[in-house]
């Protein structure tokens, strides 16, 4: 088992940003593909970014890419997620997985079988 704790979040105003941070305890944080969804009102949840165990590819939304950045540091078995430029969309509820998968046929991020509860975005206008 792999227990993650969200952190991070708040409200914040258009344009500003906020750095979510993800810790895990349990297994070995380091063999995990780690990543990050969210989940706004009356929506489902999609696909934010996602790191490999090493740290040396990272994969993003097309809505995200170029404003967010992933990271992940081994030694303190923590994900990151800086957020800039922060749009009223962004607000959701952002959830951190581990061990996601990428489906070839979908084209998709799945987040596997750890997850955290969440931390809250909200961008106000």
């Known amino acids: 088992q792999v227990q993650l704790v969200e952190s991070g979040g708040g409200l914040v105003q258009a344009g500003g940003s906020l750095r979510l941070s993800c810790t895990a305890s349990?297994?070995?944080?380091?063999?995990?593909?780690m990543g990050w969804f969210r989940q706004a009102p009356g929506k489902e949840r999609e696909f934010v970014a996602a790191?490999?165990?090493?740290?040396?590819?990272?994969y993003y939304a097309d809505s995200v890419k170029g404003r967010f950045t992933i990271s992940r540091d081994n030694a303190k078995n923590t994900a990151y997620l800086q957020t800039n430029s922060l749009k009223p969309e962004d607000t959701a509820v952002y959830y951190c997985?581990?061990?996601?998968?990428?489906?070839?046929?979908?084209?998709?991020?799945?987040?596997?079988?750890?997850g955290g509860q969440g931390t809250q975005v909200t961008v106000s206008s």
């Open positions: 997985a581990a061990d996601l998968t990428f489906d070839l046929v979908s084209k998709s991020w799945y987040p596997g079988p750890f």
């Open positions: 790191i490999s165990w090493s740290g040396g590819t990272t």
């Open positions: 349990g297994r070995t944080f380091s063999n995990y593909t």
